[in-house]
Every structure is written in structure tokens, then in C-alpha cells.
């Protein structure tokens, strides 16, 4: 067994890796080609740390830099994701191996490590901790104008232009817990996703409604707007908001209530219940990693 940090370049490896990937996490590889078609390429922001066997990958383990702000300041985060293990090369210390790696990598550079994963047990040997995650929940009465939201899409060159404009200079829907990059992270997660955009607000929202409820996941803006504008936009009227995030910025008041994302919720490529790990230095009380930066 060989373990080393890998560079997307090299020929060949891109291929294999894809393979062991969609070997694990079915349908996962075709999203990235997807996103990547769209000018997000996965691997221009992430770095695999892979473990071999007899000259093929077997296991590996990705480390992608998170741009964030935490408690008021600016702060790179190392975001483990994207580990995997082919089936017939499990319990041989594959794994273990390439996650040292990667946490070397991520010692050297950053303050602190996240994940998401429904299987916690598996991490905390190299020192993660779940982070308990709350979305925060208020009653609304109806308030709609005539200025609605229209849907977004990632697909079509104009919303992409919008979206890399927005993206590139975005603030953070949070300053206690907020991410503003790598955009391709967002766009992996959110490609099949519902967004709207508001053009008088300059303003691309990640939300889906069931019923008489709103859950918000994001917005993309260089200016966040009040949630109140972002009401009065809906397609529909609402009589509850479930906030996705911490709430500051965006002028919430709510109560906070404990969420773990479940099933098709979290990022892609995941499965069961996502809890939310660290390894390092991290914001305490209520929070939550916005859905569209889980990995």
C-alpha cells in the first residue's frame, strides 16, 4: 500500500477516481461532470489524498478549502469530504492511512477541519466531535407585492453569468457561521436544487416551500437583503420560516430548534442522517452549515 497527496493532472488519475467515487456513491461522478461542463470543476478546488494498491486507487480521502466567517472573522476552514473505500479493499487500513494525510495537510494550513457524515464513529478516532446543528423557526403572516421571484437556473449561460458575478463577491449569510466559496461547492449541491432569483434585490435564494412553509437555505448576494424583502417576493404565501442557517444577518428572530439533515438533504453523495463533525477551534451555541457548502 502507497498513500500520497495526488494532483487531478495526472493522467489517468481523474478517471479513477471518478470510478471509485460513483462505486460509493452512485451518481455522485455525474453531478461533478455535470457541474464541471458549467465551468465549476471539482477538482480546481479540491485536493485528493488517495490510498493504492497494487498501483490503483482504493481509497481516498479530499480536502477543499472552505472560505468562511466565524464569530466576525474571515477564516479558512479544511472541509474533509468526498472519503471513500472501494468494497473489496475495506478493513485493510486503506482509509485510515489516507486520512492522516489529509489531516496532516489540513494541520499545516488551517485552524480547523469539518465534515459531514452519517457514519460519526468512523472519525472520531482522529479526533471530530459532532456538533449539534439548529435551524431557527418563526411564524409569518402573508406579505406578497408585485415583485416575485422567478426561478433560477444553473443551467442557462444567463442565470450562470448572474450566479458568477454574485458569487465572486458574495457576503456571507452569516457572520457568526457563514461560507462565501468555493463557488463550485454550491453549484454541485444546488444543481437540482430550487433557486429564484429577485432582480430588484440582486439576489439568487436557495428555498423550497411545502405548503404554508418556507425553508430557506441560502442567499447569494453582494448585499443580503432583510428577510422581510425577501417575503414579500415569494411565489406564494407563507405562515412559517425555517432558516437553514444562523440568522443574523438577515435580521431573523426565531426560535432556535435541534435539525440533523436526513436522507436527500444533505450534500450529494451523502446518505442517512448528515451530522455536522469538527476537528479544532469552532463557534459554540446554535448553529447550522448551510446546505449548500456540505460535503
Not at 73 to 90: F, K, L, M, N
Not at 116 to 137: I, M, N, S, W
Not at 219 to 246: G, K, N, S, T
Request: some cysteine; proline content about 8%.
Amino acid at each position: 500500500m502507497t498513500t500520497s497527496r495526488r494532483s487531478w493532472s495526472e493522467p489517468g488519475l481523474r478517471a479513477q477516481l471518478m470510478a471509485l467515487m460513483d462505486t460509493v456513491f452512485p451518481g455522485l461522478a455525474q453531478v461533478i461532470d455535470r457541474a464541471r461542463a458549467l465551468g465549476a470543476a471539482w477538482e480546481d478546488v479540491t485536493t485528493p489524498f488517495v490510498a493504492s494498491a497494487e498501483g490503483a486507487p482504493v481509497s481516498q480521502v479530499s480536502v477543499l478549502c472552505l472560505a468562511m466567517v466565524l464569530d466576525g472573522r474571515p477564516t479558512d476552514v479544511g472541509c474533509i469530504h468526498a472519503v471513500c473505500t472501494h468494497p473489496a479493499h475495506r478493513r485493510q487500513g486503506h482509509y485510515a492511512s489516507a486520512m492522516r494525510a489529509a489531516l496532516a495537510f489540513c494541520d499545516e494550513r488551517y485552524p480547523a477541519a469539518l465534515l459531514c457524515t452519517a457514519q460519526p464513529e468512523l472519525y472520531e478516532q482522529f479526533g471530530f466531535r459532532v456538533v449539534d446543528e439548529h435551524k431557527v423557526v418563526a411564524g409569518t403572516a402573508p406579505r406578497l407585492d408585485r415583485r416575485p421571484m422567478r426561478p433560477f437556473r444553473l443551467a442557462d449561460e444567463e442565470d450562470r453569468a448572474i450566479f458568477q458575478r454574485l458569487a465572486s463577491r458574495r457576503a456571507p449569510a452569516s457572520t457568526r457561521l457563514g461560507v462565501t466559496g468555493p463557488a463550485a461547492v454550491f453549484v454541485v449541491n444546488e444543481l437540482d436544487r430550487p433557486l429564484f432569483y429577485a432582480q430588484d434585490l440582486d439576489a439568487i435564494v436557495s428555498l423550497e416551500i411545502a405548503g404554508d412553509v418556507l425553508r430557506l437555505y441560502d442567499v447569494v448576494a453582494a448585499e443580503l437583503p432583510p428577510l422581510d424583502e425577501i417575503l414579500r417576493r415569494l411565489p406564494a404565501p407563507v405562515r412559517r420560516v425555517e432558516l437553514f442557517a444562523c440568522p443574523d444577518a438577515l435580521g431573523m428572530a426565531g426560535t432556535a430548534e435541534p435539525h440533523v439533515f436526513v436522507d436527500g438533504d444533505d450534500a450529494i453523495g451523502g446518505a442517512g442522517a448528515a451530522r455536522l463533525m469538527v476537528r479544532g477551534a469552532f463557534p459554540e451555541g446554535p448553529l447550522m452549515l448551510p446546505r449548500p457548502f456540505r460535503c
